[in-house]
């Protein structure tokens, strides 16, 4: 066992090394030095997928009990470093990074068919890699297995089918106005500088409780978190002339944080190290920057501290409207984009529709759930990275994180009695400890449905978030 | 070759992720982050020494040719990576964490003897490992060459024998106020707030000619320079109260910057990349400091950017007075403070003096040279972190540095005409121009005494720094 932790160490050093020469490239990085950062990256991943096909570690991950501790995830990342042949990898490495830059172009232009070739590629290459993985029902699901753990078509596919008519409903209930939010009226918030909505995100980070001797906030273009070692645990944000975006951006990625500081140290370093799933992660971000933050009560003990209104900076947190781009849609248009894209990835996985087809689906689709039409593909099918980054099977897990997220709250206004007034405020600590305790400190122990079930008695159910939503706006 | 080449270029890549990693540690690392960030520095180092461990590799460097141009810097790093066995390696770099800790602790408390036990053990390791790479006359000479390809103990010895009495001689005349720069005159300065710093450091870098779209400035502990790519080339610097000396940092760290940012680009990751060695790098730092940022010149450029009279800039970058800590010594007196390290350095490797002597070697050194005593040891033998770090044979490259310089200087003055009006000008692109053309772009080509002969047609002269401090201060 020592041996075999031994190895999986370098193995997860080598994960931060990469990880750190990732965060320095969004943060850091003259312009000039792209190319050769390429090289460094490339070699780093090069050496960790040496490291997964020694021989001789595989043979110690194959003289594992499956009762071991260790058993499960350490086939589960074998599977995705072996199944798939290097000639693959490498043509995956190759392509993805030439498809980011067509796709980079081709929305700017607004030009789908000059992203369609590569796409195409894509796909194909999605697909002969999903055999590789293996699967029983749904080539798809050896995808969403990549990104949560044990995820199934069929199972978003019933999370869909509950949910997307019920958001149709309320959206048009909000839409006409009959919402409790009265979030169609106009306010006007003051302005603050950068330097003030730094100084206004540290204050709501070190209240949510993030470490900053362990960690730190940086600018870079898109807000992320990053995990460069158990206690160096960074996350960026970017700065507009409104606090809102960076607030919530600070809350999400404050989230994510809060997650990795909270996994127990003696995990640090083995297979068991880190959240469990994208799915679970987005429930910590999605916790933190949605539930709480787009709460009633986090709006009045906000508004004391920056001297607004508390109705005005609530009912600006909460503008829900159908838009056409998901990164800036509210919590309940949100799924909706979501839905949309688990369906069209669904069918170009199956080869039920073809890339050629994509635009006008995209916009069926969209007129369908949101009743609305892009006018152009740069803010339809072309708005989103993941498919220029190989990364079929990612969007779903951005749902699990919202209808989690508001199954903790359920459980957490039963066990934390004065819930809504600690959010007032601004005493997180119990919420924190409560998330720590239930759900951090296991880090890759369960998996996320094991973890739901200990933690609210059953697997995923939509009907939480529902219920949230209704509550909330009608 | 291609094999060879592109095996070195995964070490080279390696080194470049090993400095991300010791750039960042100084630059953002979150306190607590400390302890991993070690273990991510010794897997990177472990990943390089394995690879000049490499059978194949090390025959294809026995199979060059001596004529090659790849066969000495592969031969050079090859006999430090090999020739001292591993676990000797293994016991430095423990040893030396280790004798960090006790020496920071030990200046901090005015206390040699708690430092004296580990400094012992270093200079044995220092003495094993010098054995285990070789030496023809001095076992000093076996470690010089380490940082100075080709240095030896003889060769210094020659150099400070003719520096030291002529150096004395100049600190006298001074002392008694007989200076051309009236340098005990006091001026008072304005006070720049450190935002107001950064942007006169970076205006004048830009002037210089560092080129921000592969490089940047931030802040630390200690101003450095490290090269992360050949298009990644950055500096750190400090900021005081005064902008003297976060101004002198910023052109000191530039000179050491605009030399790796002008090695031939064709010589990237490949054995001729970088700076030849410390003393040649030294040169280029100290030339843009000392021989342009601290001469009447600039003081005439600069009172003009900064509104303030030349004459009291002149003087205050021009301040020569002995004193006890190398690191704000002036160009005068800098290299007195080098002749006392070389000298001990030399009789401790060679057993001629024990560790326990080291305070009142010290001190005696200080009042021959300087005329000065230390009033601690804190201010005294224990003020520099060098040793701590086995870096036994470094000191004397700083001197090469300003002698160099000096010698530079003299060819420049014959060979740009309007040498002297250009920097009054701030007009530094001919000087830039002619620094890369005749020392830059060889990058490793050339050992320091073969350079020194092309481009001033004699090996390292300590005449030329002479004549050049005679011609400003006397």
């Known amino acids: 066992m020592k ?55 595989q043979k110690l991950i194959k003289n594992l009990s499956p009762k071991n501790k260790y058993y499960r995830p350490l086939n589960h990342s074998l599977k995705i470093y072996t199944k798939i042949p290097k000639k693959i990898l490498v043509k995956d490495s190759k392509l993805t990074s030439k498809a980011f830059v ?32 293996g699967f029983k029902d749904n080539i798809y699901d050896a995808l969403l297995d990549l990104y949560e753990p044990g995820l199934t078509t069929s199972f978003c596919k019933n999370i869909f089918d509950k949910l997307t008519p019920e958001l149709t409903h309320i959206i048009k209930e909000i839409t006409a106005g009959n919402d409790r939010t009265n979030s169609l009226k106009k306010v006007k918030l003051p302005i603050l500088t950068i330097e003030k909505q730094k100084e206004l995100n540290n204050f709501i980070l070190e209240k949510m409780g993030y470490d900053f001797s362990a960690g730190r906030v940086d600018t870079a273009p898109h807000p992320f978190e990053t995990t460069l070692g158990p206690y160096d645990i960074r996350i960026t944000n970017r700065y507009n002339n409104t606090f809102i975006e960076s607030l919530t951006g600070a809350m999400h990625e404050g989230g994510h944080a809060l997650y990795e500081q909270g996994v127990d140290k003696k995990l640090a370093d083995t297979p068991l190290a880190h959240g469990i799933s994208l799915g679970i992660h987005e429930s910590q971000s999605r916790f933190w920057e949605n539930i709480i933050g787009r709460s009633k009560e986090f709006s009045e003990f906000l508004s004391y501290e920056l001297k607004v209104k ?44 073809k ?14 759930y949101l009743g609305i039409t892009p006018k152009s593909d740069s803010e339809g099918v072309l708005q989103d990275v993941h498919w220029s980054h190989n990364s079929f099977g990612y969007f779903p897990t951005y749902t699990l994180g919202n209808l989690y997220a508001a199954q903790w709250r359920s459980v957490m206004l039963k066990e934390i009695k004065n819930f809504k007034s600690l959010v007032k405020k601004g005493d997180f600590e119990p919420i924190l400890d409560w998330l720590r305790k239930n759900i951090h400190v296991f880090g890759k122990t369960y998996y996320p449905d094991e973890l739901s079930v200990r933690v609210s008695g059953e697997v995923l159910n939509p009907q939480y978030f529902l219920d949230y939503l209704k509550e909330k706006y009608l």
């Open 102 to 133: 067509v796709w980079h172009e081709a929305k700017k232009d607004n030009n789908f068919k000059s992203f369609a070739p590569i796409l195409e590629e894509l796909v194909i290459l999605a697909r002969e890699e999903a055999n590789y993985l």
């Open 355 to 368: 890339v050629n087809d994509l635009p006008s689906v995209w916009n069926e689709k969209m007129k369908k």
């Open 310 to 353: 508390p109705d005005d900076l609530y009912r600006e947190l909460n503008k829900v409207k159908p838009s056409f781009i998901r990164v800036e849609s509210d919590e309940v248009t949100y799924n909706l984009h979501i839905a949309i894209r688990f369906e069209i990835e669904e069918m170009l996985l199956n080869g039920k529709i």
């Open 3 to 57: 041996n075999l932790l031994e190895k999986y160490k370098e193995i997860s050093t080598l994960g931060e090394i990469g990880g750190l020469l990732g965060w320095d490239t969004e943060v850091n990085l003259p312009p000039k030095g792209a190319p050769e950062r390429g090289e460094q990256q490339a070699l780093i991943t090069g050496i960790i997928v040496d490291k997964w096909h020694d021989l001789e570690f």
